[in-house]
Structure formats: structure tokens, C-alpha cells
């Protein structure tokens, strides 16, 4: 027998390699087709891009990244802290003005990430003797902001209205927050805005929409599904967004009553104790929102791209950027995705715990500058890719 800590032990409950957990850990995932690898890419890459969320197509814009280089060389490469101990950059202020105004909210805030965002606004708003209400859908971000929010939080089914009615009714806590994407990541498809936001109303609720995948392609020139949905500017509802996938740039924003801006700026600690946005980052992305407001049909070519890809995939016309073709079992799906890869097509691969098991899949991203020439190649290599994958007959481009 071994002793530890005086306590008589088996030999074999104890390690001499604290990480030994780790090993299996990869054993099984490898077993079921869930490592995940990095991989490098190049600068310039012939392949088509269905993979990234640069929806507008504008990350190497010209103007984007002029935009990112003038920052740097008024401001310097980096916000060099907290924007409350060394200052906020006249940048940050625009860009949160300029946004604010674009999808009709009455103040912005900047924050490093769309992640930090989340975790920033729900944290500070909800808190002990809260409710938080969450889609079973809602993005890792807005997960994690429930576990560290302190308050009571329950899961409704995914776009379940009446589900989050009852909780809110039944409620004994005198504040509660929904939480909810707009577009949602995985599957693409949208929030019931309007019923949520009704209910939120009649039970003294603010209603937490994320827009990282609406903003830029949804609504009247690409101002998001709250504004698409007639609720810009609605005082109990925070919209929360990402400046990394339309705007093609980095970090995050929460766009919302000057109210609830002065709390987080007091509250949030992903405010609060993180450094601020680069400047390059936001250079980049005020440029890509001026070219999206000189040029509002953007956001319409990115559904109509979209439509495209449906199509060529053999799945229903999306209502975003994002085309969810569902394989199945992770293995599948992951070979799939490499063997498109090999043809000279980039495709996203969602595997669990991003999607439900048995849901692994190809999701496509469109994009608004897609050309004719790149949809023929896509409708090539996705007739042979799905066939094989789906075990059917090839089916002409």
C-alpha cells in the first residue's frame, strides 16, 4: 500500500503524472472525432472562403485597412490599458457613436471582444436576486455570462416564447434578463424578437439580443434584426455585438440606453479591468461601417449569396449568412470538410459540443462579394463532396 498525506491509499489511485487525465481526455476525443488542430494559413490563399463570417467581404478592403493603419499611426499599436486608468482614444468615442446611431440605440460601449461584451453586460446587469432566461441555443459566450452572472438562471427551448413567458411569470426575483442570439451561429436561423420582446414587457424583464451575426446583414442596410423588427431604440432591450465578422475587424459592443452605458462603464469588469480595444481594430472598423452605410446593398447581396449556396447544397433557403448542411455523426462531417479543403473550397466544421450530437455539419458562410465564377467552383466541389458524404448520386452542377 502507499501512503499520501499520512493516508493509507491504493498504488493505483495515485499518479505521478498530475496530467495524466489529459492523455485520456484526447484518447476519447480522438475516438470520437472531436480533436481539433490548428492549422496555418497563408496570407494569400487561392482557396474560396465559406469558413470565415467576413459576411461584407471588406477584411481586405482597401479602405478597411487604411483605416486600421491611420489608427495605428495617430494612436499607436496598442490601447496600452483600461480606458478608464490611461483614457479612451477619440476613435473609441466615434466608433461608439457612430454605431449607436446606425442601428437606432441611444449610446454604445466598446469592449475588446464581442465575448467580453457578453459577459460584460449580462454579468453587470444581472447578478444575485436576478433571473437570467437563456435560449437553449444562445451562443457560448452568452453561456458562459450565465454562469458567471450569479443569478438564477434557467434554459427554454430553443425559440420556446411561451417557455420564457412562464419563467418570467412564475419569477420571484424582482429583476430578470433574456438572453438570446438574433441569428443563431450553428443553424442560422432567427429569434422571435418581437413575441420575446412583448413578453419581456408585460413581465418587467430586459430582453439581451446578441446581433454578432444580424448586424451587417439583417435589417434595412444591414442594422440588425432589432432594428428589422421595428425595436431599435426600445429602452429594456441591450443589443450586443461583435465588430469581427461583418465589420471585419476585432472586439465587441453593447449598444443600449445611456443608462445601462454609465452602469457597465461602473460595473462590467470586462470594461473595467481589460485593455482597450486596439486602435487598429477600431479604425478598421468604422472604415467597414462607413463603406456599408455608403453602400446599404451589401447586406442584401449576402442573403442573395446565401440563397445561392442553399441551393447548390440541396438545403432550404437560409434567413442569414449562414448555411447549416446537417451530415451527422462528427467523423463524417470532419472528412467532409477536409476533403472539400483539398478541392480548394474553406468550410466551417461544427462538431459537438458547438452542435448537439448526431448534428455535425458543413456550415457555409456567404459572403456579398461572392462571384459568379467562385459559385461555379463551390457548386462543383459540394455536388461531389455532399454525395459522398450523404451516400446519394452525384448531382449536376
Not at 442594422?223 to 469581427?244: F, K, N, W, Y
Not at 451589401?298 to 442573403?303: F, N, P
Request: proline share 3%.
Amino acid at each position: 500500500m502507499t501512503y499520501l498525506n499520512g493516508v493509507q491509499v491504493s498504488s493505483a489511485a495515485v499518479s505521478t503524472d498530475p496530467l495524466s487525465w489529459l492523455d485520456e481526455r484526447a484518447s476519447e476525443r480522438t475516438d470520437a472525432g472531436l480533436r481539433r488542430h490548428l492549422r496555418v494559413r497563408e496570407p494569400e490563399s487561392p482557396a474560396i472562403d465559406l469558413a470565415s463570417n467576413d459576411y461584407l467581404g471588406l477584411v481586405r478592403h482597401p479602405e478597411v485597412i487604411e483605416g486600421a493603419i491611420a489608427a495605428v499611426r495617430r494612436w499607436g499599436a496598442g490601447a496600452t490599458g483600461s480606458r478608464l486608468v490611461t483614457g479612451t482614444t477619440a476613435d473609441h468615442a466615434l466608433l461608439e457613436t457612430e454605431l449607436a446611431e446606425f442601428v437606432g440605440a441611444q449610446s454604445g460601449l466598446v469592449f475588446a471582444s464581442g465575448y467580453a461584451a457578453n459577459l460584460g453586460a449580462v454579468t453587470a446587469l444581472a447578478g444575485r436576486g436576478a433571473l437570467v432566461v437563456s435560449d437553449a441555443g444562445s451562443h457560448a459566450s452568452l453561456v458562459d455570462a450565465c454562469r458567471l452572472s450569479r443569478a438564477r438562471v434557467e434554459i427554454a427551448a430553443h425559440r420556446d416564447v411561451a417557455a420564457v413567458e412562464r419563467l418570467l411569470a412564475e419569477r420571484t426575483e424582482e429583476r430578470a434578463l433574456v438572453l438570446t442570439d438574433s441569428v443563431f451561429s450553428a443553424d442560422g436561423d432567427l429569434a422571435p424578437l418581437t413575441e420575446l420582446h412583448r413578453a419581456c414587457r408585460a413581465h418587467g424583464a430586459v430582453l439581451v439580443v446578441d446581433e454578432a451575426h444580424g448586424l451587417g446583414v439583417r435589417g434595412d442596410g444591414g442594422r440588425g434584426l432589432v432594428h428589422e423588427q421595428g425595436l431599435a431604440g426600445e429602452p429594456d432591450i441591450v443589443i450586443t455585438a461583435t465588430l469581427s465578422k461583418a465589420f471585419a475587424a476585432q472586439g465587441g459592443v453593447v449598444l443600449a440606453d445611456a443608462r445601462i452605458r454609465a452602469h457597465l462603464i461602473d460595473a462590467a469588469r470586462t470594461f473595467i479591468f481589460d485593455t482597450g480595444l486596439a486602435p487598429a481594430a477600431v479604425g478598421a472598423a468604422r472604415a467597414a461601417l462607413g463603406l456599408l452605410r455608403r453602400d446599404p446593398t451589401m447586406a442584401t447581396r449576402v442573403l442573395d449569396r446565401a440563397a445561392d449556396i442553399a441551393r447548390i447544397a440541396g438545403v432550404a433557403e437560409p434567413d442569414s449568412a449562414v448555411v447549416s448542411v446537417v451530415l451527422g455523426e462528427a467523423q463524417l462531417a470532419f472528412d467532409a470538410a477536409q476533403t472539400c479543403r483539398a478541392r480548394g473550397l474553406d468550410v466551417g466544421c461544427f462538431r459537438p459540443p458547438s452542435v448537439p450530437t448526431g448534428t455535425s455539419r458543413l456550415r457555409l458562410t456567404a459572403r456579398a462579394n461572392l462571384t459568379t465564377a467562385e459559385l461555379d467552383v463551390i457548386a462543383e466541389v459540394l455536388s461531389e463532396v455532399l454525395a459522398d458524404a450523404r451516400g446519394t448520386e452525384r448531382i449536376s452542377a
